[in-house]
């Protein structure tokens, strides 16, 4: 590394070129060589050879089963996991089955459902996203699984993104952290880690089609770190991205599949796709794609023509299954030294569930210390809202997992709070609607559970009446796979997302209490009678049907029946939650349906009102400063509802940070304005911030956020003291005291923020995290705390000379409780 004063690349923006070594576009930070591939101009990679054992596998092996490594195929003994690569049972190879996810293996058999990713993150606990990755990975082995399609690191960029919930956070060095000690964990266990999305896939909106644009800076400092992280981890396989990355579909893209991740990283594990992200045959192959998922319409077939014809060299294949099975012999799975599987743990997923929930549990606002609940306040409780009975466990999509069981907070709560406590429940916001009252529709017909038999078409053709004019939102219930159609006065009110289907239809608003698929539509109804038509299909195993209803009406005596209880109580815990999956964005920052309206009602009616947000990422909150307290606990996981009870009754210090600054409004985020920055313009988005991502962004742009990223409440307080700031090979080592100055034992996330450094004269941030430590103190005890900041850490990338450069000089150091909080400032010189 070197100090250095440069032009920023405009390379990337201009879509880069791709086709040529990635040294000659300046992704190469090592030597060529070092890293064990090469490049050459034509972009035909030179592999070393692997062991004799995978030599002698690969001289063997026919064609035909070479390309077997190179894609994925039907199951014949399926579990339910997303992947299969059959193995070759001639010679001793045994498949690969891959199952997502992030949040527990995703199977049709019942799993740890743990919480989410980014409540994960929240702990800023390295340790536990290890422990994490150890439960995840025992059980992968358990369900029969070899590969994990976790973790994923992408950043969180956009406040809007439909998986912000199965990623980590906004801030590299944290993602980097987590993601690092999360491979180890899986992969201790035997089972191979994949990290996914690569590269840039930080958004759901046209994430097939969306061609991001980046520069070189922004890529290392940003996205990239996180990947790199993993692979120094030695995660077993990448999962490349849906999106294109400069103009150029992630999943042929030779800068980043090779140049980035061979050549500068040395990665030496295998590429797979997203699923049915391949786009090409020779392109990809040559660009450093390993295996097409989940099937082979580019590596199957065509591409053993492309061998025949000469248009691709058999070397290419060799490679690609040398990085296969290199792997496989790694984990053990080609000499039977592969640990035998383990039965599975639910116990001890369930502890590792409950403390994770617990750890990262955000406490965001607490009035007069409304919270824990002590008293007359943890004697008379309303709850309320539709997710404080149901279990709200995990969001949609490929992170979805079966739990072993679930409950919700209320019956949670109910336990907690003991016997001699008053513990009301009111709905408040109706999900699932209520049954059509009689004659609304005529003909009269079964809505509460009309059975279509299997292979018949059931169809009504009729009228629904509506008594007064009003707002309907129009609910069907069904089972199987094929969605009913439903015309009222003419137009479809449940058409299919074009090109999903009803696989990413949502996580758990969409689906029923017995499991019945849940679709709602609104419309306005004018006084009088409006045709209705209906065709429900019993296809293979028959059709459950319901048409239920909500209305101003029942909507109206649903917040009224809130308020009532909510008046008759000490203090309400109020569930609000936002249901967010795999394959959309959500469009606004706001609550969804009308709980809004609710908390406004709720509060007004008793203001120790606590809010118990299980949303996917940041809200919009008009209602604050109403509310007594606000506890942010995103998807929890199987044991979501004893870790939000037990932090609400004050059993464990609320141990949460935010990863990702939350917005004052849909307005005043680092997105906002700009369609070319999200969600893209014909096609294009470019991530014209830079490396102002989340609250560098807020920092760079004088913008208060409505809460900074770290911050997260104790019931207890602390209090930092004496900084030292010393220089340490090339890098600063931070000392100071934390001292816990409350009643309670407590948690807190000491945060250290470096300013910029005076020699460089790239684009640097105001403040960027450099380090944190997570402790737990009694009251009254101190601990002097140490974080090294490496010199990696205080580096940036210069695109001159495409590698990190120490950003030398005297730098400013903060320790904080947040971005917005600092409480000690000083200076260090990092010298080389
Ligand atoms: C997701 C991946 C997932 C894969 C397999 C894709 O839709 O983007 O994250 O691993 O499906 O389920």
Redesign the pocket.
């Known amino acids: 590394m070197s100090d250095t004063v440069s032009r920023r690349s405009a390379l990337w923006l201009l879509g880069g070129a791709v086709t040529v070594a990635a040294a000659a576009t300046g992704w190469s930070a090592r030597p060529a060589g070092a890293t064990g591939t090469r490049a050459t101009a034509t972009g035909t990679a030179v592999a070393p050879a692997a062991s004799p054992r995978v030599e002698s596998l690969i001289r063997r092996l026919t064609l035909d089963e070479k390309l077997t490594f190179l894609h994925g195929a039907d199951d014949p003994h399926s579990l339910g996991q997303?992947?299969y690569v059959p193995g070759v049972p001639r010679l001793g190879i045994p498949p690969l089955r891959l199952a997502?996810?992030p949040a527990g293996v995703?199977v049709t058999k019942h799993a740890t459902a743990l919480p989410a990713p980014v409540l994960l993150a929240s702990a800023f606990d390295p340790a536990l996203a290890r422990e994490y990755g150890e439960v995840i990975g025992r059980e992968g082995r358990a369900l029969g699984q070899d590969v994990l399609?976790?973790p994923?690191v992408n950043l969180i960029r956009t406040p809007y993104a439909g998986r912000n919930f199965e990623t980590f956070s906004e801030d590299p060095l944290l993602s980097a952290d987590l993601v690092a000690e999360e491979v180890s964990g899986i992969q201790a266990q035997g089972l191979i880690a994949t990290v996914?999305?690569f590269a840039l896939n930080n958004q759901e909106k046209d994430r097939m089609s969306i061609d991001v644009r980046a520069d070189e800076q922004t890529r290392h400092e940003a996205e990239l770190r996180g990947f790199e992280a993993a692979v120094a981890a030695r995660a077993g396989a990448v999962?490349g991205a849906?999106n294109k990355v400069g103009g150029v579909f992630a999943c042929e893209n030779a800068d980043l599949l090779t140049g980035v991740l061979r050549e500068a990283w040395g990665f030496d594990g295998w590429v797979m796709t997203?699923?049915f992200a391949a786009h090409s045959t020779v392109a990809s192959l040559r660009a450093g794609l390993d295996m097409e998922?989940?099937n082979g319409t580019y590596f199957g077939a065509a591409l053993k023509e492309a061998v025949g014809d000469g248009s691709v060299p058999q070397a290419l294949v060799d490679r690609s299954v040398r990085r296969v099975l290199t792997v496989m012999e790694r984990f053990g799975l080609l000499d039977g030294s592969a640990p035998a599987r383990p039965d599975r743990d639910p116990a001890a997923g369930a502890r590792t569930a409950l403390k994770v929930a617990k750890a990262g549990a955000t406490l965001l606002r607490n009035e007069r210390r409304a919270l824990p609940l002590t008293g007359a306040a943890a004697r008379s409780i309303a709850v309320i809202g539709p997710t404080g009975s149901l279990p709200f466990v995990s969001g949609g999509?490929?992170a979805h997992v079966v739990p072993d069981h679930a409950a919700g907070p209320l019956d949670a709560i109910r336990e907690r709070a003991g016997k001699g406590a008053r513990v009301r429940y009111a709905l408040g916001e109706d999900l699932f609607g209520r049954a059509l009252p009689a004659g609304a529709v005529s003909p009269g017909a079964d809505f509460e559970g009309q059975r279509v038999a299997a292979g018949a078409t059931w169809t009504y053709d009729g009228t629904l009446t509506a008594a007064e004019a009003d707002e309907w939102t129009l609910v069907i219930h069904y089972s199987g796979r094929e969605r009913p159609v439903v015309l009222l006065d003419g137009t479809e009110l449940f058409p299919l997302a074009p090109g999903y289907g009803e696989y990413f239809a949502g996580g758990l608003v969409s689906a029923a209490p017995d499991g019945l698929a849940v679709r709602r539509a609104t419309v306005r109804l004018a006084t009088g009678p409006h045709t209705l038509k209906i065709t429900a299909k019993g296809g293979a195993d028959g059709q459950v049907f319901r048409l239920r209803r909500i209305t101003g009406a029942t909507r109206a005596a649903d917040v009224a029946e809130a308020v009532r209880v909510a008046r008759a109580a000490e203090s309400v815990v109020l569930f609000a939650y936002e249901d967010a999956t795999?394959?959309a964005d959500r469009t606004t920052l706001a609550l969804p349906g009308h709980q809004n309206a609710l908390i406004d009602a709720v509060t007004a009616a008793n203001s120790r009102t606590a809010v118990v947000l299980n949303t996917s990422s940041s809200t919009t909150m008009p209602w604050l400063e109403r509310t007594a307290a606000v506890l942010q606990m995103y998807y929890p996981g199987q044991e979501g509802a004893a870790a939000t009870a037990a932090v609400l009754f004050g059993d464990c210090d609320p141990g949460g940070r935010l990863t990702q600054s939350f917005p004052v409004s849909d307005e005043r985020h680092p997105m906002a304005g700009d369609p070319r920055r999200y969600p893209g313009v014909d096609g294009v988005e470019e991530y014209s911030e830079g490396i102002h991502l989340g609250y560098r962004w807020y920092d760079q742009e004088s913008v208060a956020p409505l809460f900074p990223f770290g911050h997260g409440l104790s019931y207890t307080s602390f209090g930092y003291d004496d900084l030292s700031v010393r220089a340490e090979h090339g890098g600063l080592s931070v000392s100071f005291t934390v001292r816990n100055t409350g009643r309670r034992t407590g948690t807190t996330v000491a945060q250290v923020y470096v300013g910029r450094s005076p020699h460089l004269r790239l684009d640097q941030a105001e403040r960027a995290l450099a380090g944190y430590r997570r402790l737990e103190l009694p009251p009254g005890g101190a601990r002097r705390v140490t974080v090294t900041l490496p010199a990696r850490t205080l580096s940036s990338w210069d695109p001159a000379r495409h590698d990190w450069v120490l950003g030398t000089g005297r730098r400013r150091v903060e320790v904080g409780a947040s971005a917005r909080d600092i409480r000690l400032t000083g200076h260090g010189e990092v010298r080389r």
């Open positions: 997303a992947g997502d996810g995703r399609l976790s994923m996914k999305h999962m849906y997203d699923w998922m989940p999509g490929s795999e394959g």
